[in-house]
């Protein structure tokens, strides 16, 4: 298993969702920009769950008994609000079972453009022992996710850890993984540029914008 996933590598439909999400002309239709975003993190759950323990359970049907095979352990789904909660609709469609956990992480900026990660609110289960996947649509300087992470530890240490984004810039997967060097990233693309101000070149804007509305505060 490759620790760094970029599903655009190759040309499937995420490529294709990937293109729109990027698509100025497209851009003004916020319900196909979460639907685009709900898609890529469908396929990456679904490429997780290759991925993960299961056991055999015997499945009576109408006709007889047949030996099925099942998650051992449902995982926890995890996001970061706002703009993750489109991509974490998409796994949780998928990981119908799973735990569910949410933080609010967000950016607050000084007058000298540089700026601080706050985290306001934390609400999870029980971590210890499990598999936690992660999503955040915009991996750029990986420090919100990183530090994000770190709340989710000191509630139990995780077993496994999956990253889903729609887009990562190669800063921000380095930064991850010298944080958490056995963190898996799952992208829809990758991007090498990031701003003065960490936003990812050629990018896609602010996803959570995009999908939810422009926001007053920075």
């Known amino acids: 298993m490759q620790q760094v996933n970029n599903l655009s590598t190759e040309h499937s439909l995420i490529s ?17 920009s979460r639907r685009n975003l709900e898609r890529i993190a469908e396929v990456i759950g ?9 056991e055999t359970k ?7 008994t047949s030996e099925c095979k099942v ?7 995890a996001t970061i609000l706002r703009a993750g909660l489109a991509m974490h609709n998409g796994l949780l469609n998928y990981f119908d079972k799973a735990d569910n956990a949410f933080l609010s992480a967000y950016r607050k900026h000084n007058a000298d453009g540089s700026f ?14 499990r598999v936690v996947i992660i999503s955040d649509p915009m991996l750029a ?23 889903v984004c729609g887009i990562a810039c190669t800063v921000g997967i380095e930064y991850v993984l010298r944080n958490e060097p056995k963190a898996i990233i799952w992208c829809g693309d990758i991007d090498d540029e990031l701003t003065a101000k960490g936003y990812i070149v050629p990018g896609l804007g602010d996803a959570g914008d995009l999908a ?7």
């Open 16 to 32: 294709n969702w990937v293109s729109e999400l990027r698509d100025v002309e497209v851009q003004p239709d916020r319900m196909r």
């Open 46 to 54: 679904y490429e997780i769950s290759k991925q993960l323990e299961w």
């Open 116 to 129: 601080e990660i706050n985290l306001e609110y934390m609400s999870c289960p029980e971590l210890a022992g």
């Open 58 to 64: 015997d499945v009576n049907t109408p006709m007889g």
């Open 141 to 163: 300087t990986g420090a919100s996710l990183v530090k994000s992470i770190q709340y989710l530890k000191e509630e139990g240490e995780i077993k496994e850890l999956h990253i």
């Open 71 to 77: 998650l051992k352990q449902q995982p926890v789904l």
């Open 212 to 218: 939810y509305g422009v926001k007053l505060q920075n």
